[in-house]
């Protein structure tokens, strides 16, 4: 089974700064029709999972430009140009490579404010 | 509005049986393929299940050993997860969500974008 890692962790944040979480898999995401199956899902306190990006880099309707995704292959990047309080919560990558028959999520990016 | 709500959470005993069942509302839901994860007490999201739009192609995780069986009713606009042999291990919080769209026999993927409240499901003697 392909296995994903993050790093880091855990994520103090200053508002208005920048922060990035990078996550990792054990296998390459990218499918021969030139998208990387590596969507970003963010959990707030007490909330379902809501979808932040698809596709590596494609960000859902209704998400906030400050939010990007980037990355190709085993090695992608969640970056928040500029945090704000509302962005606390836990982020997760998660694999939706649908040739493998199976999917995973991260062991999760708890972010919280300083 | 495009919905998904879940149901059929309880408290179980160990090795008894389950089935949850997520009721999807203001969308084509046999256009699109469905999935099902859980997350454990303070514990990171896990996924479960996921079942093409017509039941012909289903996945799961392999940590499940076979015990777990998802199905749907596409007249009736639902998902379901069976669940049998549970142990404590499989105490969690089970939220279904949305994934691949078919329409027209072309596949889209735009994530899994929408997701219920989920149902928690209590395994304990």
């Known amino acids: 089974d392909i296995v994903m890692t993050q790093s880091p962790l855990s994520l103090p944040v200053t508002p208005g700064e920048p922060a990035s979480i990078s996550c990792r898999s054990s296998q390459s995401l990218l499918h021969n029709n030139g998208y990387n199956y590596l969507d970003w899902y963010l959990q707030k306190p007490g909330q379902s999972p809501q979808l932040l990006i698809y596709?590596?880099?494609n960000r859902a309707s209704g998400v906030p430009d400050r939010f990007s995704g980037s990355g190709s292959g085993t090695d992608f990047t969640l970056k928040i140009s500029r945090v704000e309080a509302e962005d606390v919560g836990v982020y997760y990558c998660?694999?939706?490579?649908?040739?493998?028959?199976?999917?995973?999520f991260g062991p999760g990016t708890k972010v919280e404010i300083k | 509005q495009v919905q998904l709500v879940e149901s059929g959470g309880a408290l179980v005993k160990p090795g008894g049986s389950l089935r949850l069942s997520c009721a999807a509302s203001g969308f084509t839901f046999s256009d699109y393929y469905m999935t099902w994860i859980r997350q454990a007490p303070g514990k990171g999201l896990e996924w479960v299940s996921y079942i093409s739009t017509g039941g012909d192609r289903i996945y799961y995780a392999s940590s499940l050993k076979g015990r777990f069986t998802v199905s749907r009713d596409n007249a009736k606009k639902s998902l379901y997860l069976q669940m049998s042999s549970l142990s404590p291990e499989d105490t969690a919080v089970y939220y279904c969500g949305r994934g691949l769209r078919v329409t027209s026999g072309l596949y889209y993927y735009d994530g899994m974008d929408v997701w219920g409240p989920g149902t928690t499901v209590t395994v304990s003697s």
């Open positions: 998660m694999q939706t490579l649908h040739t493998v028959r199976h999917f995973t």
């Open positions: 596709l590596g880099s």
